[in-house]
C-alpha cells in the first residue's frame, strides 16, 4: 500500500538477512561438535546475504557493504566442508566401485580425517 523507496527497502532487507545469519553462526557455534546441519544452514544463509549485497551494493550503507571480505571467507570455509561432507556421503553408498574393500575404507578414513579438520576451521569463524 505504501511505496518504500529502494535504498530503504535495500538497507532493511540485508540488516534481516545478516540478523538472521548471526543468529545461525550463534546456534552453529553452541551445536554438538558432529552437527553439520547447522553449519550447512549457515552456509546458506551466507549466500543469502552475500547476494543481496553485491545486488544491493550501491544502495547500501559503507559499513554494510564491509562485511563482503569476512563474508567470502566464511562462504569458503563452509563451501569446503560441504564438498568434504557431499564426497564422504557418495564414497559411503558407492563403496562397490572400489576393487577391495580396505582401499575404500582407507579413502572413507582419509575423508573423515578430512571433514573434522574442515568442521573445526569452520567452527573457528562462528
Same mark, same amino acid.
Given at each position: 500500500?505504501?511505496?518504500?523507496?529502494?535504498?530503504?527497502?535495500?538497507?532493511?532487507?540485508?540488516?534481516?538477512?545478516?540478523?538472521?545469519?548471526?543468529?545461525?553462526?550463534?546456534?552453529?557455534?553452541?551445536?554438538?561438535?558432529?552437527?553439520?546441519?547447522?553449519?550447512?544452514?549457515?552456509?546458506?544463509?551466507?549466500?543469502?546475504?552475500?547476494?543481496?549485497?553485491?545486488?544491493?551494493?550501491?544502495?547500501? @550503507?559503507?559499513?554494510?557493504?564491509? !562485511? =563482503?571480505?569476512? $563474508?567470502? +571467507?566464511?562462504? #569458503? /570455509?563452509?563451501?569446503?566442508?560441504?564438498?568434504?561432507?557431499?564426497?564422504?556421503?557418495?564414497?559411503?553408498?558407492?563403496?562397490?566401485?572400489?576393487?577391495? @574393500?580396505?582401499?575404500?575404507?582407507? !579413502? =572413507?578414513?582419509? $575423508?573423515? +580425517?578430512?571433514? #573434522? /579438520?574442515?568442521?573445526?576451521?569452520?567452527?573457528?569463524?562462528?
Amino acid at each position: 500500500h505504501e511505496r518504500t523507496p529502494l535504498e530503504r527497502f535495500a538497507r532493511r532487507r540485508f540488516a534481516s538477512a545478516d540478523r538472521s545469519l548471526k543468529r545461525r553462526m550463534r546456534r552453529a557455534a553452541h551445536a554438538k561438535r558432529g552437527d553439520y546441519a547447522s553449519f550447512h544452514d549457515v552456509r546458506k544463509a551466507a549466500k543469502k546475504v552475500r547476494y543481496l549485497l553485491e545486488f544491493f551494493e550501491p544502495l547500501l @550503507a559503507k559499513r554494510q557493504r564491509k !562485511a =563482503l571480505k569476512p $563474508l567470502k +571467507k566464511v562462504q #569458503k /570455509r563452509l563451501g569446503e566442508l560441504n564438498d568434504v561432507v557431499a564426497s564422504e556421503a557418495l564414497l559411503q553408498h558407492n563403496l562397490g566401485v572400489f576393487p577391495d @574393500a580396505q582401499s575404500g575404507e582407507t !579413502a =572413507l578414513a582419509m $575423508l573423515g +580425517k578430512a571433514r #573434522k /579438520r574442515k568442521m573445526r576451521a569452520a567452527a573457528k569463524l562462528m
